[in-house]
């Protein structure tokens, strides 16, 4: 790579600690009183939902299925490496799963960051820095959705000057400036803000992170925006 190794090496260490701050901004919820895809809940309960979890594991390990077959040639090929080809950064809404959005891409093949709104804080930046630098991968999208509930919570803020309690509260205000910048503008605002802050967020990753910014003035790397429809199942590149 081009970039400088011996200054870039990650600590395993405060690498493993961002994963995992990335994992706990998945549990964010926006408030289903407002911002929820209708009003029918699950009725699964935590024991049956871990029951399916582990089900659904042994299905994955046992392989008794054509297609876990599959699965299973591909994991002990990439059991002890990984060659990513492309870093998505989406949502963890549950309708918005990348590896299937984008043909049913199977066990190595791209890289994944999820979290309400599809944003970048430090951890999501460290998991693109290290997909672009140490894992060589060339393209990173970021992709918004159509209807997202975390986008909608932010345009709840400016039109409405709602609040959210705990930590939805700052999760929502990092997307209020996309919102800010296309209120008033002709079409739906929460879609037009879902696009703005894909956009910007980005840019984000292309110009504020020194490893990805340097990779793209090699050519080595590209970042783009996109937004996922959840009526027509496509992906619309926005840049």
């Known amino acids: ?57 042994e299905k994955y390990v046992g392989a008794p299925q054509l297609c876990a077959v599959e699965l299973l040639k591909q ?17 963890s809404d549950s309708r918005v799963p990348p590896e299937l959005l984008f043909g049913g891409l199977g066990l190595g093949e791209i890289f994944v960051g999820r979290n309400a709104g599809n944003m970048v804080d430090t951890a999501t930046m460290g998991t693109i820095e290290y997909g672009a630098e140490h894992l ?15 986008v909608a919570a932010a345009c709840a803020v ?17 997307i209020v400036p996309a919102a800010k910048a296309v209120r008033g503008q002709p079409g739906d605002f929460v879609d037009n803000t ?6 910007r967020t980005a840019a984000k990753v292309a110009t504020k992170s020194e490893i990805v910014s340097h990779l793209i003035k090699a050519k080595k790397v590209k970042v783009m925006a996109a937004r996922y429809d959840l009526d027509n199942g496509r992906v619309e590149f926005l840049n």
């Open 1 to 57: 790579m081009c970039v400088d190794c011996d200054r870039l090496t990650f600590n395993r260490r405060k690498f493993l600690s961002l994963s995992a701050a990335g994992i706990a901004a998945i549990s964010f919820f926006i408030p289903r009183r407002s911002f929820a895809a209708g009003a029918a809940t699950t009725s699964v309960s935590a024991d049956e939902a871990f029951a399916k979890l582990k089900a659904g594991n």
């Open 75 to 91: 994991r002990e090929g990439v059991a002890k490496a990984q060659a990513p080809w492309a870093t998505i950064i989406a949502c």
């Open 136 to 150: 060589g991968i060339p393209l990173i999208v970021v992709m918004g959705h159509e209807r997202c509930g975390a």
């Open 158 to 174: 400016v039109e409405k000057h709602e609040k959210f309690p705990g930590s939805i509260g700052p999760m929502v205000n990092a």
């Open 194 to 199: 879902v696009r703005e802050s894909a956009k």
